[in-house]
């Protein structure tokens, strides 16, 4: 059996650097779909050639076994640190510019997915998805682009976060089938998961919202508009429609459900794992938490501890808590 040999590609301006022409000492990135925009750092020598990057400049990097890498980021250089011992680069995604800016805007009649292609017209876009109709949304420079992508995301019941080029996706969350099968005993190295307390999820109620007498007729407020008790509610002005704010409360109430699990895994390293991908684990001992969803991917390649891979982890709607409980019992 061949040894692995774990290598780290840093495509710069002035080119492609393998990990020791870049003289590279450890390499981090870290991935998510839940707002955090993607980030990298590398460590390497003084006379590093990456000692030459500059703030603003994009750097892509590829990690995988030698000759068989795979791009897992795309940002540009947020902060060259350098030091006696070493140069620190930090990077952050294209997607981080979103936090920069600020509009002043109001769309009338418009889909999540038109909304978001606007407000992220700055910025490469992979994939934007959301049928979504809100009646009235406001955006304001009270607060940053992306937040107001991140409570879109919200309603749409979305992931949002960037591809391995750095293109913003905003999808609808993944379900069905896990994608990637990670088999206790030769990929799974260390594993912890379990129940998590959750709030209850809440009712949605649309303003002004349209009931039995159709679409295109108008009512007051009731004093429980969903019909569904005492429970949390809220009404959205950005709502017209009964089918609408249904949609945004089925969006929560299944992000809820899957809290009801979260975990953390390592594995050896891989680099095609991506936020929002469904998992499963095969022929581990004792407990299945059934089918398992990616909230992060964080990688971490270095001299002491090779190339691992960090998994962040919830329910993924299949199995889950039920039978995890069920195994642990």
Request: hydrophobic share 45%; with cysteine.
């Amino acid at each position: 059996m061949s040894g692995r040999h774990p290598n780290a590609i840093v495509t710069t301006p002035s080119g492609p650097l393998r990990a020791d022409e870049a003289a590279l000492v450890r390499v981090r990135v870290s991935l998510g779909c839940t707002g955090a925009h993607d980030m990298a750092e590398l460590i390497a020598w003084p006379s590093s050639k990456l000692a030459d990057l500059a703030v603003g400049d994009v750097v892509s990097i590829a990690l995988g076994e030698r000759d068989a890498e795979a791009d897992v980021f795309t940002g540009e250089v947020s902060d060259v640190l350098a030091g006696a011992d070493g140069v620190v680069i930090e990077a952050l995604a294209a997607t981080s510019a979103l936090s920069r800016a600020r509009r002043n805007q109001t769309y009338l009649s418009q889909s999540i997915a038109e909304i978001v292609r606007d407000l992220a017209s700055d910025v490469d876009t992979s994939e934007v998805q959301g049928d979504l109709t809100l009646d009235a949304y406001a955006v304001d420079d009270r607060r940053p682009v992306w937040e107001h992508l991140i409570d879109l995301a919200e309603l749409a019941g979305a992931d949002i976060g960037c591809n391995a080029e750095g293109g913003l996706r905003f999808v609808p969350v993944k379900t069905g089938a896990a994608q990637i099968s990670l088999r206790y005993g030769a990929d799974l190295l260390a594993w912890s998961f379990g129940p998590a307390r959750t709030g209850a999820a809440r009712a949605v109620a649309a303003q002004g919202a349209a009931s039995e007498q159709g679409a295109d007729k108008w009512h007051w407020i009731a004093r429980t508009p969903t019909g569904k008790g005492d429970g949390p509610l809220r009404v959205l002005a950005a709502l017209r429609t009964t089918d609408a704010a249904e949609s945004v409360s089925a969006a929560w109430t299944q992000r809820v459900a899957r809290a009801a699990l979260r975990g953390s895994l390592s594995i050896v390293g891989r680099p095609e794992p991506r936020p929002g991908d469904l998992i499963e684990l095969a022929e581990l001992p004792d407990a299945d938490p059934g089918t398992l969803r990616l909230l992060g991917v964080d990688h971490l390649l270095d001299a002491r501890t090779g190339f691992v891979t960090q998994l962040r982890v919830e329910s993924g709607g299949e199995g889950g808590l039920g039978s995890l409980l069920g195994g642990l019992l």
